[in-house]
């Protein structure tokens, strides 16, 4: 579309704590210039909502509005929703924020969902890297939020915050999948999959020595799902010497 301006840093590969490899990095370094990227049309944005993930990068401002366009090649037609300023005050450098907007709430003309960056927005040099834009029906089954997990020899703790779904589904893989490829999987292919009512799960049975598992919940909200997180990972703890006394002399190379 006519309605991209031309740019020469579109995307950066693999950016420190980068949540994949390839983001969208949008860039407004004077007065006056501005970013604007126009996704596909939606045939009822009123049923429509959206959500993504956004940080700033290096001492920059991570200034940006969203909203609707209702012509594609024209950028003038660009309709705000909201602005978000991130900046030193309200977010960590390179840690990503999720956000989440039923288009149905907003009194706006447009078919086209669109993000603009703008020098503008904050008066200063603007970097910020937008990832993993999802659109679904609906207000939909929100993701869940403030994901961590806490390993102690084979057993992990999985939390996260209640985002008000009736429960949730967890899955735990010692192999990395995009979270399209979650539904597709069989029990061969993951460590474990469980449903909990609560918020927080335990997965025990971890192998021990510094092994990596990865992740993901998808929340269910009586009966309707929400789509899988993207994978967060873990490693969990060296194995325990069994058998003491135990000597190393450093002198084996084995």
Known sequence: SSAYPDCSQQYWTEPPKARSPWELAMVASKAGNYQMVIFPE?????????????????IETGAFAIGLVSDA???????????IILNSQNSTLNNYTSYKYNL??????????????AYDY????VKVWIDDV????GDGCGEPDNITARVVNDEATISWSDNGASSWNVLVSKKEYSA??????????????????????IINGLETGEKTYYYYIQSNCN???GVWTLPNSFKTECAKFENVPYSMNFDDEE
């Open 42 to 58: 939606l045939e009822e944005p009123e049923k429509v909502s959206v959500s993504f993930y956004a940080t700033r990068h290096l």
């Open 73 to 83: 090649n024209n950028v003038e037609s660009f309709q705000a929703i909201d602005t």
């Open 104 to 117: 149905g709430d907003y009194d706006v003309d447009g078919r086209f969902f669109a993000i603009k960056a």
């Open 122 to 125: 904050c008066g200063s040099s």
């Open 134 to 137: 999802r659109f679904f029906e």
């Open 180 to 201: 399209d490829e979650l539904d597709k999987l069989s029990p061969s292919d993951y460590f474990v999959k469980k449903s909990t009512d609560n918020p927080s799960i």
């Open 223 to 225: 009966g309707t799902l």
